[in-house]
Protein backbone atom coordinates (compact mmCIF):
# COMPACT_ATOMS: atom_id res chain seq x y z
CA UNK A 1 0.00 0.00 0.00
CA UNK A 2 1.04 3.53 -0.56
CA UNK A 3 3.33 5.04 2.53
CA UNK A 4 4.86 8.18 3.10
CA UNK A 5 7.53 8.44 5.83
CA UNK A 6 8.64 11.98 7.02
CA UNK A 7 11.81 13.15 8.69
CA UNK A 8 11.79 13.94 12.36
CA UNK A 9 10.99 16.87 14.28
CA UNK A 10 13.07 19.55 14.10
CA UNK A 11 13.33 22.82 16.36
CA UNK A 12 14.82 25.81 14.19
CA UNK A 13 15.45 29.80 14.96
CA UNK A 14 13.98 32.80 12.94
CA UNK A 15 15.61 33.13 9.84
CA UNK A 16 17.13 29.68 9.70
CA UNK A 17 16.08 27.15 6.83
CA UNK A 18 14.69 23.73 6.86
CA UNK A 19 15.10 20.60 4.70
CA UNK A 20 11.69 18.00 5.52
CA UNK A 21 12.32 14.70 3.31
CA UNK A 22 9.63 12.45 2.39
CA UNK A 23 10.28 8.74 0.94
CA UNK A 24 7.43 7.25 -1.21
CA UNK A 25 7.17 3.38 -1.04
CA UNK A 26 4.36 0.83 -2.23
CA UNK A 27 3.61 2.33 -5.90
CA UNK A 28 5.67 3.87 -8.90
CA UNK A 29 7.19 7.19 -7.55
CA UNK A 30 7.42 8.98 -11.05
CA UNK A 31 3.71 7.92 -12.09
CA UNK A 32 2.53 10.85 -9.56
CA UNK A 33 2.89 14.10 -7.91
CA UNK A 34 4.14 15.29 -4.32
CA UNK A 35 2.52 18.15 -2.56
CA UNK A 36 3.13 19.67 1.00
CA UNK A 37 0.75 20.79 3.17
CA UNK A 38 0.90 22.44 6.08
CA UNK A 39 -1.21 22.76 9.41
CA UNK A 40 -0.40 25.54 12.28
CA UNK A 41 -1.63 25.73 15.35
CA UNK A 42 -5.29 25.92 15.78
CA UNK A 43 -5.42 26.39 12.05
CA UNK A 44 -6.48 24.68 8.80
CA UNK A 45 -4.91 23.01 6.21
CA UNK A 46 -2.81 25.30 3.90
CA UNK A 47 -1.20 24.05 0.88
CA UNK A 48 2.06 24.98 -0.20
CA UNK A 49 2.54 23.69 -3.42
CA UNK A 50 3.49 20.68 -5.66
CA UNK A 51 6.30 18.77 -7.41
CA UNK A 52 5.54 16.30 -10.18
CA UNK A 53 7.80 13.44 -9.33
CA UNK A 54 8.04 12.77 -13.01
CA UNK A 55 9.18 15.34 -14.78
CA UNK A 56 10.10 17.98 -11.62
CA UNK A 57 7.87 20.40 -12.90
CA UNK A 58 7.18 22.47 -10.19
CA UNK A 59 3.76 24.83 -8.74
CA UNK A 60 4.41 26.74 -5.73
CA UNK A 61 1.30 28.84 -3.88
CA UNK A 62 1.72 32.13 -3.79
CA UNK A 63 2.28 32.98 0.08
CA UNK A 64 5.38 30.40 -0.51
CA UNK A 65 6.80 31.35 -4.23
CA UNK A 66 10.01 33.28 -2.90
CA UNK A 67 10.63 30.90 0.41
CA UNK A 68 10.48 27.36 -0.84
CA UNK A 69 11.72 24.51 -2.94
CA UNK A 70 10.64 21.25 -3.54
CA UNK A 71 12.62 18.56 -5.12
CA UNK A 72 12.53 14.85 -5.40
CA UNK A 73 15.53 11.92 -6.20
CA UNK A 74 13.51 9.41 -8.02
CA UNK A 75 16.70 7.19 -6.76
CA UNK A 76 15.36 6.82 -3.28
CA UNK A 77 12.09 7.81 -4.33
CA UNK A 78 11.94 10.67 -2.03
CA UNK A 79 11.33 13.91 -1.73
CA UNK A 80 11.91 17.09 -0.11
CA UNK A 81 10.46 20.35 0.94
CA UNK A 82 13.26 23.03 2.04
CA UNK A 83 11.56 26.46 3.36
CA UNK A 84 14.00 29.30 3.95
CA UNK A 85 14.07 32.39 6.40
CA UNK A 86 11.66 30.89 9.31
CA UNK A 87 9.69 33.20 11.61
CA UNK A 88 7.66 32.18 14.19
CA UNK A 89 4.14 31.75 12.22
CA UNK A 90 6.08 29.23 10.47
CA UNK A 91 5.97 26.52 13.26
CA UNK A 92 3.09 24.25 12.13
CA UNK A 93 3.15 20.49 11.07
CA UNK A 94 4.30 19.79 7.40
CA UNK A 95 2.46 17.02 5.58
CA UNK A 96 3.91 15.30 2.30
CA UNK A 97 0.76 13.86 0.27
CA UNK A 98 0.86 11.82 -2.90
CA UNK A 99 -1.03 13.78 -5.57
CA UNK A 100 -4.01 12.24 -7.60
CA UNK A 101 -6.45 14.55 -9.46
CA UNK A 102 -9.43 11.61 -9.04
CA UNK A 103 -8.83 9.49 -6.04
CA UNK A 104 -7.40 11.79 -3.70
CA UNK A 105 -4.51 12.52 -1.60
CA UNK A 106 -2.58 10.07 0.42
CA UNK A 107 -0.37 11.43 3.27
CA UNK A 108 2.60 11.26 5.28
CA UNK A 109 2.64 11.23 9.19
CA UNK A 110 3.54 14.74 9.36
CA UNK A 111 6.67 16.29 10.31
CA UNK A 112 6.32 19.09 13.68
CA UNK A 113 8.59 22.44 13.13
CA UNK A 114 9.10 24.91 15.65
CA UNK A 115 10.39 28.13 14.78
CA UNK A 116 11.76 29.71 18.37
CA UNK A 117 14.46 31.98 19.42
CA UNK B 1 -8.43 32.33 -5.70
CA UNK B 2 -10.76 29.38 -5.56
CA UNK B 3 -12.33 29.37 -1.73
CA UNK B 4 -14.41 26.28 -0.30
CA UNK B 5 -16.00 27.74 2.97
CA UNK B 6 -17.21 24.99 5.86
CA UNK B 7 -19.33 25.68 8.77
CA UNK B 8 -16.96 26.01 11.97
CA UNK B 9 -18.80 23.48 13.79
CA UNK B 10 -20.92 20.62 13.78
CA UNK B 11 -22.32 18.77 17.33
CA UNK B 12 -24.60 15.77 16.72
CA UNK B 13 -25.71 13.31 19.39
CA UNK B 14 -23.97 9.80 19.68
CA UNK B 15 -25.79 7.41 17.04
CA UNK B 16 -27.27 10.41 14.68
CA UNK B 17 -26.00 11.66 11.62
CA UNK B 18 -23.56 14.44 10.62
CA UNK B 19 -23.93 16.84 7.99
CA UNK B 20 -20.97 18.56 6.87
CA UNK B 21 -21.15 20.77 4.11
CA UNK B 22 -18.53 22.52 1.78
CA UNK B 23 -19.69 25.64 -0.32
CA UNK B 24 -17.82 26.86 -3.49
CA UNK B 25 -18.83 28.84 -6.73
CA UNK B 26 -19.87 26.05 -8.90
CA UNK B 27 -18.93 23.06 -7.43
CA UNK B 28 -20.36 20.47 -8.49
CA UNK B 29 -18.65 20.96 -11.36
CA UNK B 30 -15.93 19.22 -9.91
CA UNK B 31 -14.05 16.27 -8.24
CA UNK B 32 -14.38 16.59 -3.77
CA UNK B 33 -12.52 14.54 -1.69
CA UNK B 34 -12.99 14.65 2.48
CA UNK B 35 -9.89 14.47 4.43
CA UNK B 36 -10.40 13.56 8.72
CA UNK B 37 -8.09 14.84 11.04
CA UNK B 38 -7.25 13.66 14.43
CA UNK B 39 -5.17 15.12 16.78
CA UNK B 40 -1.48 13.55 16.38
CA UNK B 41 -2.08 11.75 13.00
CA UNK B 42 -1.68 12.09 9.77
CA UNK B 43 -5.28 13.45 7.87
CA UNK B 44 -6.87 10.04 6.10
CA UNK B 45 -9.13 10.26 3.03
CA UNK B 46 -12.69 9.30 3.79
CA UNK B 47 -14.46 10.20 0.09
CA UNK B 48 -13.21 10.73 -2.97
CA UNK B 49 -14.65 12.00 -6.17
CA UNK B 50 -17.76 13.24 -4.48
CA UNK B 51 -18.87 10.04 -3.02
CA UNK B 52 -16.37 7.13 -3.21
CA UNK B 53 -15.92 5.54 0.06
CA UNK B 54 -11.77 4.37 -0.05
CA UNK B 55 -11.52 0.29 1.35
CA UNK B 56 -11.23 0.43 5.30
CA UNK B 57 -13.48 3.55 5.74
CA UNK B 58 -17.12 2.61 6.80
CA UNK B 59 -20.41 2.73 4.77
CA UNK B 60 -21.74 4.78 7.50
CA UNK B 61 -19.59 8.02 5.45
CA UNK B 62 -20.99 9.11 2.20
CA UNK B 63 -21.11 11.96 0.02
CA UNK B 64 -23.04 14.27 -2.50
CA UNK B 65 -21.75 16.95 -4.52
CA UNK B 66 -24.22 19.36 -6.68
CA UNK B 67 -24.45 22.73 -7.51
CA UNK B 68 -22.22 25.20 -4.85
CA UNK B 69 -22.27 22.68 -2.43
CA UNK B 70 -21.01 19.10 -1.48
CA UNK B 71 -21.96 17.11 1.51
CA UNK B 72 -19.94 14.95 3.81
CA UNK B 73 -22.79 12.59 5.59
CA UNK B 74 -21.61 10.29 8.65
CA UNK B 75 -24.60 7.77 9.43
CA UNK B 76 -25.16 6.58 13.13
CA UNK B 77 -22.23 8.70 14.65
CA UNK B 78 -19.75 7.48 17.26
CA UNK B 79 -17.28 9.18 19.46
CA UNK B 80 -14.11 7.79 17.31
CA UNK B 81 -15.58 10.21 14.32
CA UNK B 82 -15.21 13.40 16.65
CA UNK B 83 -12.46 14.92 14.61
CA UNK B 84 -11.97 17.90 11.77
CA UNK B 85 -13.52 17.50 8.77
CA UNK B 86 -11.94 18.98 5.36
CA UNK B 87 -13.13 19.29 1.96
CA UNK B 88 -10.85 19.54 -1.06
CA UNK B 89 -10.63 20.54 -4.61
CA UNK B 90 -8.10 21.25 -7.45
CA UNK B 91 -8.48 24.78 -8.67
CA UNK B 92 -7.42 24.84 -12.51
CA UNK B 93 -5.92 21.80 -12.06
CA UNK B 94 -2.80 23.88 -10.57
CA UNK B 95 -4.13 24.88 -6.91
CA UNK B 96 -5.08 22.43 -4.11
CA UNK B 97 -7.51 23.77 -2.43
CA UNK B 98 -9.08 22.75 1.19
CA UNK B 99 -12.10 24.01 3.19
CA UNK B 100 -12.02 26.30 5.98
CA UNK B 101 -12.18 23.03 7.86
CA UNK B 102 -15.15 21.61 10.27
CA UNK B 103 -14.98 19.93 13.73
CA UNK B 104 -17.29 17.77 14.41
CA UNK B 105 -18.59 17.74 18.10
CA UNK B 106 -19.92 14.11 19.35
CA UNK B 107 -22.43 14.65 22.25
Known amino acids: QVQLVQSGAEVKKPGASVKVSCKAS????????IGWVRQAPGQGLESMGW????????HYAQNFQDRVTMTTDASTDTAYMELRGLRSDDTAVYYC??????????WGQGTLITVSS | SYELTQPLSVSVALGQTAKITCGGTNLGSQNVHWYRLKPGQAPVLVIYGDSNRPSGIPDRFSGSNSGNTATLIINTVQAGDEADYYCQVWDGGTDLVFGTGTKVIVL
Open chain 1, 26 to 33: GYTFTNYG
Open chain 1, 97 to 106: ARLDYDDGLS
Open chain 1, 51 to 58: ISAYSDNT
